[in-house]
């Protein structure tokens, strides 16, 4: 993998933004749901970063749980809008308060299937906070209660998103130059 700072084009959210933002967001998951107890589903591998950031600024009780989707062909960056889960949850929802965590919504292909499942096994609540909101891409209408930044349609990476599966580790977001990335 290519150092990524010979295709970058630009920090479109710098770290410190981040944090301020998701700090932000978590205050006010704790305000909704004052007295209340949740289930914080995400989905990976991508939302990982921001669950394990944003929890730590909640101070209602939190569960979290893991599910895997796959959306895209492999090393594809298109969503084909066929999902499929790979991974599901290990516990019941039932009368449960869900918030699932995304890192992006794109298409939302991937949420409004994972939506319609969660639905069917009755929780209490049921809602979406996402990271990023790539509104203009969008095929599917997709229900968000917490949107972290809504970002214009460009290829992003970095802070749980990869670029061909690498530099999911750095602690902002970036831009990719297409014209300067070669796959290897
Ligand atoms: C990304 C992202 C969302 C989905 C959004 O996941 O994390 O789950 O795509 O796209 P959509 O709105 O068009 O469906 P990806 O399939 O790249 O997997 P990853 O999180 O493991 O990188």
Redesign the pocket.
Known sequence: MIDYHDFIAEVLIPEDSLQKRISELGEKISRDYAGKELLMIC?????VMFLTDLIRHIDVPVAIEFM?????GIGGRE?SGN?RITLDLNCSIQDKHVIIV??????????ASVIELLQTRNPASLCVCTLLDKAE?R?VD?PVKYTGFPIPNKFVFGY???IDDYY?NLPFIGVVDLDKFKPE
Do not use: F, N, P
């Not at 895997?68 to 895209?72: K, M, P, T």
């Open positions: 989905i990976l591998r991508g939302g895997a989707v796959s959306s895209y969503s999902v995304e890192d992006i919504i794109d298409s939302g292909h991937t949420l891409r095929e997709v749980g998103l990869d999911r």
